[in-house]
């Protein structure tokens, strides 16, 4: 093993640990590969199935893979013709078996922290969809929450914010000024401390960088 994969492993056993006791379900492969296979498999035929924007999901290939399936009815905004539709899907998505996500940040005492403009995703991922799939990097595991937090706002926001063509102060400079701007992408920062019913949130970490 090389000494990035080894560090990456030993993290995600100290990380895995604290986050079983939060009740959430917990996954560790080493690829992104192997995390879209098992991710896939743990979603059965005539599922309804649904997910928040993330560069993980489509780095990982596992937005394709859902896309591809046509046994499950996939609530996908991107075919959607107009604001209204994409508004129907989100609240649909509410009902969905499975809702795919990734998370900005996971601390290494188990604790998921996340950040959204709308609030569709971390919505989801409080209440509605009967089970939430994560799929992270081993680089979204802070040492504390105060640096998943940070990590957040200083690494992920700006970075979002330069995807998404954003005029916020975070996008010029690449550091969050906790801005109230209109086009600012922070409007609720959700912090989840445990899986409530216990392993309806699924965690699969992967022992590659991916996504923000
Ligand atoms: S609050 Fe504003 S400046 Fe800070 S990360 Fe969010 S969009 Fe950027």
Redesign the pocket.
């Known amino acids: 093993m090389t000494p990035s994969e080894t560090y990456y492993e030993n993290l995600a056993k100290t990380t895995m640990k604290n986050l079983e006791k939060r009740h959430f379900e917990c996954h560790y492969c080493k690829t992104a590969q192997e995390a879209v296979k098992l991710a896939s498999e743990l979603v059965p035929s005539d599922s309804t199935v649904s997910f928040g924007g993330s560069m993980t999901l489509a780095e990982s290939g596992m937005a394709d893979i859902l896309k591809q399936r046509s046994d499950i009815t996939l609530l996908d905004r991107s075919k959607a013709g107009s604001p209204e539709e994409v508004k129907e899907i989100y609240h649909k998505s509410l009902n969905a078996d499975y809702y795919f996500m990734s998370s900005n940040a996971i601390t290494v005492e188990g604790e998921l922290v996340n ?1 959204d403009g709308t609030g569709n995703r971390v919505g989801a991922l409080i209440y509605g969809p009967e089970h939430v799939i994560i799929l992270a990097g081993m680089n979204k595991v802070s040492p504390s929450l105060e640096e998943a937090v940070s990590r957040v ?1 200083n690494v992920a ?2 970075l979002n ?1 330069n995807r998404l063509s ?1 005029n ?4 010029a400079t690449g550091l ?4 109230l ?1 209109p ?4 409007s609720h920062t959700v912090i989840t401390r445990k899986s409530a019913p216990e392993k309806r949130i699924k965690i699969i970490l992967i022992g590659e960088p991916l996504g923000y």
């Open positions: 950040i706002k926001s700006p914010a954003r916020t102060p975070c996008a969050c000024s906790d801005c701007s086009d600012c992408i922070c």
